[in-house]
């Protein structure tokens, strides 16, 4: 079989994680590739026999050509990470997905300037009024704007970023059919729509709380900068921000008062290293240098 059939099977299998299938699939040779035997894999992924069994059984009976046209039928596009449509960026990061589902404008994911921006769930008004001051001026000058379609923060940038005219993605944590939250599903659709949407699991996943962190570092990898707006200093935008500077990024954030819990966490990654931010204008500079 292809490479890309080899990849698609094995990003359905639930026996071993991501870096495990990343070191199978290096050991693969293309174009064409078959699954090594069951003894062949549990040398190459230092795992039992009965889990290298199980793998094997799984990879053969995952039914390739009736879930190709199944997404083909639902308007869904994928990307392996062997792909020439997969972004480039996205293979920088620590274990990139090895699929990605689309559905929208899949040239959305190759803009020339894409920028993250996360923030709390539980964002305060500050948020809504610092977004809705920077993101026009980065949309006029043709930014796309990347979130979770989280509640708070990711709402507000997906929302403002569609009422100023510009671009926007969206990365999820679960399957296309189960967006969360749930209040977001006719977000989410119009920018199925117009816009874009990704995953790396397949339509029917539903979310967990494990699969937000992986979510995260889609959105960090596809961007070439990140901002942050406002992050509690334990949280999970917090550990994104955190992880971005690891993966290279470059980490804007957005000052906030010194005993506002909402700030402790953008005022401490400042401290960091990550730039303060003022105004758009702060950002185009250093996307331009890009």
Not at 36 to 54: F, G
Not at 255 to 280: C, R, Y
């Amino acid at each position: 079989m292809e490479i890309r059939e080899a990849i698609f099977r094995l990003s359905h299998c639930r026996e071993i994680g991501t870096s495990r299938k990343l070191k199978l699939i290096s050991s693969l040779q293309a174009p064409t590739s078959v699954l090594p035997h069951i003894s062949a894999l549990q040398l190459i992924l230092s795992i039992s026999i009965e889990k290298a069994s199980k793998l094997h059984k799984e990879f053969h009976s995952i039914p390739f050509t009736k879930l190709k046209l199944h997404y083909a039928d639902k308007g869904i596009k994928w990307f392996t990470i062997a792909d020439e449509g997969y972004p480039d960026l996205l293979k920088e990061v620590y274990d990139p997905p090895l699929l990605l589902f689309c559905k929208g404008d899949t040239e959305l994911m190759h803009a020339p300037m894409k920028l993250a921006i996360i923030g709390a769930r539980k964002c305060t008004p500050y948020t809504g009024k610092v977004l809705s001051h920077l993101i026009p001026s980065l949309t006029q000058h043709r930014v796309t704007i990347i979130s979770g379609l989280a509640r708070g923060a990711d709402t507000i940038a997906h929302e403002t970023s569609i009422r100023s005219g510009g671009k926007t993605i969206g990365v999820i944590a679960g399957g296309f059919d189960n967006i969360y939250p749930k209040e977001n599903v006719p977000l989410a659709n119009h920018m199925m729509d117009h816009h874009l949407m990704i995953s790396e699991f397949p339509p029917h996943t539903r979310p967990e709380k494990w699969q937000f962190p992986l979510r995260n570092r889609i959105i960090s990898g596809l961007s070439h900068a990140v901002l942050v707006t406002e992050a509690q200093r334990k949280s999970g935008t917090y550990s994104t921000a955190d992880y971005a500077l690891n993966e290279g990024r470059d980490v804007f954030c957005i000052p906030g008062p010194l005993f506002a819990p909402m700030s402790e966490g953008t005022n401490s990654l400042i401290q960091e290293g990550a730039k303060m931010v003022v105004s758009a204008e702060d950002i185009l500079v250093e996307l331009a240098r890009m």
